[in-house]
């Protein structure tokens, strides 16, 4: 057990827990500073419905040392951004920042504590927003976004030695007045691989399974990512 895991299992509720958040934090897995980038294939898969044959498209892509990700021989204007989109959203997580910059602002308190782990509760500028941590790990987050709520849960995660990775979690988005749900809920399912045998860690794999919501129907899509090397 880690002093920091010590300090989480020793947290009472309205007791101050930044220690224990920050530590979480810094276990999130990150690139390295000098992160060059990288490129492969690109592989969309959707499952048909009603017994209709699936859909799959083939390209090319390439994330930049900048993060910006850039597909190739995607014509379908939607699956191109679906694609890109995914690279995007996992380059931006794994960029490093420092407890400081992201959280200088905010102060953390604890709430209670469940099987998804201790409530923290965030003041400051991002008043409103909680997480739950255990074991170092940032097991849920509920933060505002651009006027509207997304609540993830992690349920499984990636032990890269360096950090950890989100293995399997839920996603739901929500009105922050109501809490009425805005679509329904995707589960997620990423597969992380070295690049090289000194890393960084990239995805390889990512199943998206969406439930039904209204009148959208249930669905599911693949985005693979093959063939991956270093940009030159």
């Known amino acids: ?4 895991t010590q ?4 947290i009472t509720s309205g007791s101050d827990c930044t220690a224990a958040f920050r530590a979480a934090y810094e276990n999130r897995y990150t690139w390295e500073p000098d992160f060059g980038g990288y490129q492969g294939r690109c592989i969309w898969e959707q499952d048909g419905d009603g017994g209709e044959n699936g859909k799959r498209v083939d390209g090319t892509f390439v994330v930049g ?3 910006k990700a850039t597909v190739a021989g995607v014509a379908d204007e939607e699956i191109h951004k679906a694609l ?7 380059a931006i997580h794994r960029v490093r920042r420092s407890f400081e910059q992201t959280h200088g602002a905010n102060t ?3 709430g209670d504590t469940d099987a998804v782990g201790t409530e923290v509760i ?5 008043t409103g927003d909680r997480y739950r941590i255990q074991n170092d790990v940032v097991t849920m987050v509920h933060r505002h976004i651009h006027g509207t709520v997304v609540t993830i849960f992690t349920e499984s995660t990636t032990d890269t030695g360096s950090g950890y990775l989100s293995r399997s979690y839920t996603s739901q988005y929500s009105d922050p007045a109501s809490g009425e749900a805005k679509g329904g809920t995707s589960r997620f399912t990423d597969t992380f691989v070295p ?6 860690w990239v995805l390889s794999e990512r199943v998206v399974e969406t439930e039904a919501h209204g009148e959208t129907p249930a669905g599911r899509q693949v985005f693979r990512f093959e063939d991956l090397a270093p940009l030159a």
């Open 1 to 4: 057990m880690t002093a920091s």
């Open 7 to 10: 300090v989480s299992n020793q």
């Open 65 to 67: 040392a900048d993060l």
């Open 84 to 90: 890109a989109s995914q690279l995007w959203e996992v």
């Open 108 to 110: 953390f308190n604890a």
């Open 122 to 126: 965030v003041g400051g500028k991002n």
């Open 195 to 200: 690049l090289t045998e000194a890393g960084p």
